[in-house]
């Protein structure tokens, strides 16, 4: 046995065979639990005893064959010999006792009164004839599935036993039946037994054993411990797990679970089906129930599988081993096991999860409480984020439901989460959707569907992909079912139709005729869910008709703040951050934005994705990040491809246009506008958004007169819709600049003077900044440079680094034009950096980089700054404070005082007014301010 020798049994019964070899009899009782080795230490004694020239006479039980009276007794009759000392053949011999047996009154109980001393006296005789002089060793293994008139026999030979040289030694499992476990326990009284137990390996043993199997003495130790955890020291799952690391299958185990299934059907019953209970169940609490069986019965079995190691303190010792019970148990059988403890978790009042599961893996009951505990479950698994589960579940209801108002609930709600993860199913899942909106009445009376709430949402995901036919068609539907007609209904009509109008007007204008729908009846919103959406539908709506106020960011961060923490629909997300946006706040949408898109990833809904990164790209463009707003629109495009957008393709596609256009990638933003878009797109917010876009590719390949369509256009819708707002988007500002473009200085002054009027809408800085930059070209050229100085302060902060540095070029032109170099190159290197931050390529090749300064320069005293150090002189030499400083190069104060440190001491000066005037000596260095 090498490395697992077990030393002490060994020598136990090698002690026992020289006994018999000097004259006396001994009995030997080996035990342990299931593949501890005791099949190998005995046929290592048998080898011995025919060395030293004794007779064994071996038999083995067999659980299949404990019915078969006197079957052991048999094996070892028919290796003695063909006869018995009279004669009489062993065939003849078995006859007679089995017919003896069987007529009397306890049939083959196997008790001594049953067996007459006779018979059993005639069969030990014939056992033990051939031996003579010679040592004579029984071995019987597994003698626990010995039959019981076995047992009888052998317990009568072994109680005579002192008048021969005779050996006998059992092989005893654990959890054995109570004949075999009272046949010991007679054994175990007598004078001359022996009792040998096997025990699990030590890890000392388990790390030899994993040198000896050729992993290497390094390697042996870091797997000893593994398979010391995985096999609990059985030898039989050593192997088993040696085996797959070295073929390197250790991660999917084939060798251990093998082996772990082996110890398990050699395990006594019901040992196997209990480890099939646990497998379902996952915990030993409810087994005895599931399987009809007593309490003890079941911990007698979890007592045997932990001491074989196939579990630890009732559990699998890992994941693996339950998967495996499970495959050799058959997908059938797993079912029906499912099944039970569904009913019985739902019996016992458990958590609609635990009951969910249960049922998924069953194949799911016909009960009653079947489907809404599965409609429990997947609100469940939303709020947690487990959206691929909750649409199992809801598919699930789906199958069982009975009734067509439950089958309608549960086709309406699947469709809600699958939209979420797959926008492009709802055109597959039309037919369905209008059969369930067609059903019963208001949710709660006989034979009701959905309630209007649920079926609002669905509305929105065909609104969103465009389906406006299937969208006007289910509100119909939902205005004559009389769901519309409800209390309740009042606030979720309310905000659907804010929403439409808010994001596709031409909808509401399809669906002015259903008064229902137009004039909701008053009401407050039920649940949590219905509020939040109602505050952010409302929100945007004021946003988008009367311009931003300070209410909008707390409003929305409110709303997004709850999101975060109970997870609601997208269109509420969408509306909230849609608000702050359009409030021109995108920094402050910016990390919802960016939260919300780790949690719909984290759920792996991809429609949700695509969605909030199209916003994320729109936040990018507001704030002049232009590679940010490539890399989330493709992203959204790369998530949901573009034909499954429908109207909503506008959105990413302006915004992917947009920042191509301002960064000079203008083939790559032709390849845009030769995709086909939905014809509808035009007539939603999105498509303004669209019309834009394109508009500022006009202007950027000198399309002016194109561009200037686009622009108006958009006006006129906007102005069509109720939503003329700046923050939406400045249309009357990119108007003002194709005129000026076009030499038609006049006409743009008087949009842009109409642009800068609009006080009443709430003039962001962004919009603010935009426009004084314009209107300065139209004004004359010493008026410039106030408007371009206010357009520079505003824009600074709006957070809009590229219109910033557009501001901060012109301005750079202005002073060029009138012989302030100096304050053009410190401009203009301002500008020249933000517009290589931003990615705008066409704008910084128009700016002056830090290196081209004059060669004269190179001698002064600048020479000895860096970059970063030149461009804080710079700045103080213009008269900035530290923190205007810090604004404008995007750094922090602490980092322009240690500029300013290093700086003196380089120069050899003390003080900002000393720097200014030994760096600059040009006839401008002492003009203060831009």
Known sequence: MNARDRSHATAALVELLDDALAGESGIAVVGGSVAMGKTTLLATFTHRVRAA?????????????????????????????????????????????????????????GRL?????????????????????????????????????????????????????????????DGANEQSIDFVEQLLRLPHVRSVRLAPLDPDQVRVAATAAGLGADRAGQVAVRAQRLSGGNPLLLDGILDDFRRGEHASSPGYTRAMLSCLHRSPPPAAVVAQALAVLGGPEPIARLLGLEAGAVARCLSVLDASGVLER?????????????????????????????????????????????????????????????????SSALAEGRSTHAVDCLRLACALSEGEGELARATVALLRVEWRLEPGILDRRIPELLRAVRVGGPTGTPGGGPDCGEILAVVRALVWTGRFDAAGEVVRLLVESGRAATPEAGPELRAARMWIRCSYPLLLELLLHVREFDTATPGMPG????????DAATLLDS????????????????????????????????????????????????????????????????????????????????????????????????????????????????????????????????????????????????????????????????????????????????????????????????????????????????????????????????????????????????????LLRQAVDALQESGDRYELARALADLT????????????????????????????????????????????????????????EQRVADLVALGHTNSEIAKLLYITVSTVEQHLTRMYRKVGVNDRAQLASTLFTGPHSQTVGI
């Open 53 to 109: 020239g004794g007779l064994v006479r071996s038999a083995v039980g067999s659980e299949a064959e404990a019915g078969v009276v006197l079957g052991v007794v048999a094996q070892l009759l028919y290796e003695a010999a063909p006869s018995g000392p009279d004669g009489t053949s062993v065939d003849r011999l078995l006859a007679i006792a089995r017919a003896h047996l069987a007529a009397s009154p306890h049939g083959a109980s």
């Open 113 to 173: 009164s049953a067996v007459d001393a006779e018979i059993v006296e005639s069969l030990c005789a014939a056992l033990l004839g051939p031996a003579g002089h010679r040592p004579l060793a029984i071995v019987v293994d597994d003698v626990h599935h010995a039959d019981p008139a076995s047992l009888a026999c052998l317990a009568y030979l072994s109680r005579r036993m002192h008048t021969a040289p005779l050996l006998a030694v059992f092989g005893h499992g």
């Open 813 to 868: 032109d202005m002073y060029n034009a009138v012989g302030e170099t100096r304050r053009a190159r410190v401009i203009g290197s301002q500008a020249r950096i933000i517009a290589d931050t931003c990615g705008a390529e066409p704008l910084s090749r128009l700016l002056p980089a830090d290196r081209d300064r004059p060669d004269a320069e190179s001698k002064a005293p600048s020479a000895l700054l860096t970059d970063a």
């Open 314 to 378: 009732g559990r699998f010792r890992h994941p693996v081993a339950a998967a495996a019970v499970l495959a050799d148990l058959g997908p059938e059988g797993t079912a029906a096991l499912h099944r039970k403890a569904a009913e019985l978790a739902y019996a016992d009042g458990a958590d609609a999860t635990v009951v969910a599961e249960h049922l998924l893996a069953g194949r799911g009951v016909r009960a009653p409480w079947a489907v809404p505990v599965l409609d429990a479950a997947a």
């Open 543 to 786: 946003v988008l008709t009367s311009g931003f106020g300070d209410h909008v960011v707390h409003t929305a961060e409110r709303i997004l703040h709850g999101v975060r923490l109970h997870g609601t629909d997208l269109d509420t997300v969408e509306c909230a951050l849609l608000a702050l946006i359009y409030a021109e706040r995108p920094a402050s949408a910016l990390p919802y934005c960016d939260e919300l898109i780790a949690a719909a990833l984290q759920r792996g809904e991809t429609g949700s994705q695509a969605r909030l990164h199209a916003l994320r790209a729109e936040i990018c463009v507001r704030l002049g990040d232009l590679p940010g707003a490539v890399l989330h629109a493709t992203t959204a495009f790369d998530l949901v491809p573009i034909g499954a957008w429908g109207a909503a393709v506008g959105a990413p596609l302006s915004c992917l246009l947009n920042a191509l256009t301002s960064m000079g990638r203008l083939e790559e933003a032709a390849e845009l506008l030769y995709l086909p878009i939905p014809e509808h797109m035009l007539h939603s917010r999105p498509g303004l958004h669209y019309l834009h876009a394109r508009g500022r590719y006009g202007m950027a390949v000198g399309d002016w007169e194109g561009a200037l369509a686009d622009f108006r256009g958009c006006g006129e819708l906007m102005l069509r819709w109720g939503m003329d707002v700046p923050g939406l988007i400045a249309w009357r500002n990119d108007a003002g600049e194709a005129w000026l473009r076009m030499g038609e200085r006049d006409r743009a002054r008087a949009v842009l003077e109409e642009q800068a009027s609009r006080g009443e809408h709430g003039s962001s800085p962004r919009t603010r900044g935009a426009t004084l930059r314009l209107l300065a070209a139209t004004h004359e050229p010493h008026r410039r440079p106030a």
């Open 527 to 534: 649940s949590t869910e219905s509020r939040r959406h109602h």
